[in-house]
């Protein structure tokens, strides 16, 4: 018999899920309404448009793995989804569920969070794969909604003067063709687990898409303190960038410069120590889940 760690009473979880949906709707609503409106916000719609999460799904609550409902009449139809069990009085998720195809990409995720988890971080990068990214100004992502800090020319040579080095494939496979070769490391797809590192700002960003794919497995609870760190991250991510968010209310952080790059790794660092115990929970989780036997 698999013991589970937490049992929720009706009226605990069903608080649970409707305060999770207000706080949810307070960033899905306004992406709604600047979706409609054909409005862009440069630093928040990213969380909405690089991850596949749907809005929808962001907004219900699910309890993880581990934790038992008292069950209610009627069961909202969430938690009626196959990889729940459902008895007499309680409600469960049930890792028997779990296809192969489930178990694959539960494992992929949890082995490269393990192997991230385990290595040295570092922060040598100071942000600048934004910089290489709209280098000879082939593809600036941004163009039309904010401006460049510098003239193409003063970015070009910011990101020739610099060191680079970017261990993140999802942010190295978007660097100008030209800012390729300056990269001191070269991740690819399949290589992927061998580069990722814990100081990397985008593999602590990253900590929500894998929860997200866990989902509900993980639980909302810890999906969304992944997403409020992914937004810190990325909040950091653009202000080290060469675009100019002032208008936004960001300040820039001056990577250019010797102060800039300071406070960069400074709170670099912080986004580090904030993921540390987040990426620790997804990896145990996700480890009780391939394994329910061992729980």
Not at 81 to 95: Q, S
Not at 118 to 125: E, H, L
Not at 186 to 213: I, V
Request: hydrophobic share 35%; net charge neutral.
């Amino acid at each position: 018999m698999i013991l589970h760690d937490s049992y929720l009473t009706a009226v605990d979880w069903l608080t649970r899920a409707d305060r999770h949906q207000q706080t949810a709707r307070h960033w899905t609503v306004p992406f709604r309404e600047r979706r409609a409106s054909r409005q862009k916000h440069p630093v928040y719609d990213f969380l909405f448009t690089y991850y596949p999460f749907s809005l929808g799904r962001l907004e219900q609550w699910h309890p993880g793995y581990g934790i038992t409902l008292e069950k209610v009449d009627p069961l909202p139809e969430v938690y009626q989804g196959k990889h729940y069990t459902t008895g007499r009085d309680a409600v469960m998720l049930d890792a028997t569920t779990l296809t192969e195809k489930n178990r694959h990409r539960i494992t992929w995720i949890h082995n490269l969070l393990a192997l991230t988890q385990s290595r040295t971080a570092n922060f040598s990068c100071f942000g600048m794969h934004e910089w290489a990214m709209v280098y000879s100004g082939a593809d600036i992502r941004h163009r039309e909604s904010i401006p460049l800090r510098f003239s193409q020319d003063e970015t070009d040579h910011i990101v020739e003067s610099q060191a680079i080095a970017c261990s993140h494939f999802d942010a190295f496979r978007f660097f100008a063709p030209a800012a390729l070769p300056f990269n001191k490391l070269q991740p690819t797809l399949e290589s992927r687990q061998d580069f990722e590192q814990p100081g990397c700002l985008h593999a602590n960003m990253d900590l929500y898409k894998w929860a997200s794919k866990c989902m509900p497995w993980v639980g909302s609870d810890l999906l969304w303190q992944c997403f409020q760190l992914a937004l810190a991250a990325r909040e950091l991510d653009m202000q080290a960038s060469p675009y100019d968010l002032t208008d936004y209310g960001y300040r820039p952080i001056k990577i250019e410069t010797a102060d800039g790059r300071s406070e960069y790794e400074q709170q670099q660092r912080g986004i580090n120590a904030q993921a540390k115990p987040l990426r620790q929970k997804l990896i145990d989780t996700l480890a009780r889940c391939l394994h329910p036997s061992r729980t």
